[in-house]
């Protein structure tokens, strides 16, 4: 699956399926990094990442793990990642076939990280409120009140 995030000092927004990628294009991607990992022999779950321009994608790195920003994938396909990474782990065929696969849908990821918006270094302090709807689907690692410390990322 596809998906674009920002560049800056770390990844903030994630996107899914990422902007401008037609479906052939994405196609392609997918095709050769499956490719890829049969031709390295792995198994397991694993990010492949590229940088994309006028048509052209270009291999940056694989990830050989499980992804923070993973529920953009999840959302748009419906396919628990982390319980196929633990059906490839147990010696278990994955639930799904890729052809199976299909997106339906966006997601888009924000963190909120706990930085000065001047200078964008660590500011810890006091969380006091955060107000979600019903639409908003949320993993938190604060509660209320809860001091943050300067390295927390949520």
Same mark, same amino acid.
């Given at each position: 699956?596809? *998906?674009?995030?920002?560049?800056?000092?770390?990844?903030?927004?994630?996107?899914?399926? *990422? =902007? &401008?990628?037609? =479906?052939?294009?994405?196609? +392609?991607?997918?095709?050769?990094?499956?490719?890829?990992?049969?031709?390295?022999?792995?198994? !397991?779950?694993?990010? $492949?990442?590229?940088?994309?321009? +006028? !048509?052209? $994608?270009? $291999?940056?790195?694989?990830?050989?793990?499980?992804?923070?920003?993973?529920?953009?994938?999840?959302?748009? /396909?419906?396919?628990? #990642?982390?319980?196929?990474?633990?059906?490839?782990?147990?010696?278990? =065929?994955?639930?799904?076939?890729?052809?199976?696969?299909?997106?339906? &849908?966006? *997601?888009?990821?924000?963190?909120?990280?706990?930085?000065? =918006?001047? +200078?964008? #270094?660590?500011?810890? !302090?006091?969380?006091?409120? $955060?107000?979600?709807?019903?639409?908003?689907?949320?993993?938190?690692?604060? /509660?209320?009140?809860?001091?943050?410390?300067?390295?927390?990322?949520?």
């Amino acid at each position: 699956m596809t *998906a674009q995030c920002n560049v800056a000092t770390k990844k903030v927004v994630e996107e899914a399926p *990422a =902007p &401008g990628i037609t =479906p052939e294009i994405r196609k +392609n991607i997918g095709e050769r990094c499956a490719n890829a990992c049969i031709e390295i022999g792995y198994r !397991g779950a694993g990010t $492949f990442e590229f940088l994309y321009e +006028n !048509g052209e $994608f270009y $291999f940056i790195e694989m990830n050989t793990r499980i992804q923070v920003e993973h529920p953009v994938t999840e959302m748009i /396909t419906g396919v628990d #990642l982390i319980k196929e990474q633990l059906r490839i782990a147990s010696g278990l =065929p994955l639930s799904v076939t890729q052809d199976q696969i299909h997106v339906h &849908g966006h *997601a888009i990821e924000c963190r909120i990280n706990a930085e000065d =918006p001047k +200078n964008l #270094l660590a500011k810890p !302090g006091n969380h006091h409120s $955060f107000p979600l709807t019903r639409r908003i689907w949320c993993t938190l690692g604060i /509660t209320y009140l809860r001091r943050l410390h300067r390295s927390t990322t949520l």
